[in-house]
């Protein structure tokens, strides 16, 4: 069951079609719309779509008996709210509970996704920013707003996304347990490797695939640990976070925690030299030119291809030429399983954005393209491969 809390928003009307897109993929879906959503779409509207009485605000006492706001919550899969105006969000980050659908959101146990849907200035605003961060941390999945022509006269980000990728999120969200029993090892963002107190050399990796992998695993049943190397993310809800800063460091928590793992994703983007020497003091300005001296450090995945222990082992390869031969190339010398390659010089793909268009290469020599998607999303298809992959051992 799917309860999907409607607030007030000229977007409402495209909650309709979420309704019907959702029951149409054979969902149920209880709608609790709050009263100003009553004032741009009817009651009727949804309950004629979804086959049940839509919960309002006003309920009277024959709804309560009927279906009470305990049994509501209880009864939830999931819980949408779609689209979510920036008061419900602040109610919801605040712990407010004054109307029907912040109390049932509040009574529920189950995993929510909010879609927020409002004017680019409110959603730019740090205090509506803030709240959305808050709930991440908690684990309540959010929803990216979609950029374009507003209903307030403006141009830019805070239209509700497309129904169609809203239920999208909702059928990813509702996917089965499949990954009960794994325990994953799975790294993230750069290292840095320092030259003195002050200075560092690093790379443009933000984190986002190694951060999205670690939330679908998790949400897929898996135990997970994350270790991460410096990001400006929040650490993914129910992954146990292990924080590292250069490569030396990465290698020893990953060889640390190796014996507990049944499988190891390296998307880090691990730094691949460290300076020969570094200064205990801060170095000063000169006027000559000056020349650092760069020693490599150890291939982590490498070495870990070469015990292998049974384990799983799933690499990236950041790559700007010739994807899928360098790809495979690392899958055979590194020892893996998989490798999903992604050309970081292509619009869309690689480091720091919220997409990327990878191929996957796998050890039977299959190769599959994918076309541009969401990190979260390619963290899904990964998944998918890999258990396609590993279900005839
Ligand atoms: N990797 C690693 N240890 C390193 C370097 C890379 O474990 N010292 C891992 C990365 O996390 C990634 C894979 O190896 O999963 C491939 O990384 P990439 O940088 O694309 O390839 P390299 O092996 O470093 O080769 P090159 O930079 O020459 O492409």
Known sequence: M???????GIACYKAVELVRLLIKAEFKVRVIMTRSATEFVTPLTFQTLSGYPVATETFDLTQESEI????????????VVAPATANVIGKIAGGIADDLLTTVLMATQAPVLIAPAMNIHMYENPILQENLRRLRRIGYHIMEPADGYLACGYEGKGRLPDPEKIAGEVERLLKKKDLSGERLLITAGPNREPLDPVRYISNRSSGKMGYALARAAVRRGAEVALVSGP?????????RFIAVTTAADMREAVLGEYAQCTTVIMAAAVSDYHAAVVADKKMKRGEAAIELRLEPNPDILKDLGQRKDGKWLIGFAAETEDLTANAQKKLRDKNLDIVVANNVAETGSGFDGDTNIATI??????TRSLPMMSKDELADRIYDHFLALKSPR
């Open 231 to 239: 990001t400006a993310l929040e650490p993914p809800a129910g992954a």
């Open 2 to 8: 799917i309860v999907l809390g409607v607030t007030g």
């Open 361 to 366: 290469v796998d050890r039977t020599g299959a």
């Open 68 to 79: 009470g706001h305990i049994n509501l919550a209880d009864c939830a899969d999931l819980f």
